[in-house]
């Protein structure tokens, strides 16, 4: 299974970028599928998540200025960051979990990460 996300950038702050991340490689539909991030010297930290159900979750700090959405039919997901501020600056993650057909487990795959960098 692969994850290959797009999307990251520069942007001045009250700009927007747009994420994206298709999984690949996969038999079963991924659920949950969502977004991480990382700043420099913290911890990996939950941005939105979406079911295929298309439940979605929020960290408090993007609520009202990011929006999550997927695509079940490609195996996509995307996430709007509108509105950005200095502290959005991280590399962004996109995660998936997909049952694996021989185990059954619901295994978690990562792709390789996006910078975003917002200037103030």
């Known amino acids: 299974v692969e994850l290959v996300e797009s999307g990251g950038g520069l942007v001045q702050a009250g700009g927007s970028l747009r994420l994206s991340c298709a999984v690949s490689g996969n038999i079963f539909t991924p659920n949950p599928m969502g977004w991480y991030r990382q700043a420099p010297g913290k911890q990996r930290e939950l941005v939105a998540t979406?079911?295929?159900?298309?439940?979605?979750t929020y960290a408090e700090s993007v609520k009202g200025r990011f929006s999550i959405s997927r695509v079940n039919a490609k195996d996509s997901v995307y996430l709007q960051m509108n509105s950005l501020k200095s502290e959005d600056t991280a590399v962004y993650y996109c995660y998936a979990k997909v049952r694996n057909p021989t185990t059954s487990v619901l295994d978690s795959h990562w792709g390789q990460g996006t910078q975003v960098t917002v200037s103030s």
């Open positions: 979406i079911t295929s159900g298309r439940t979605t």
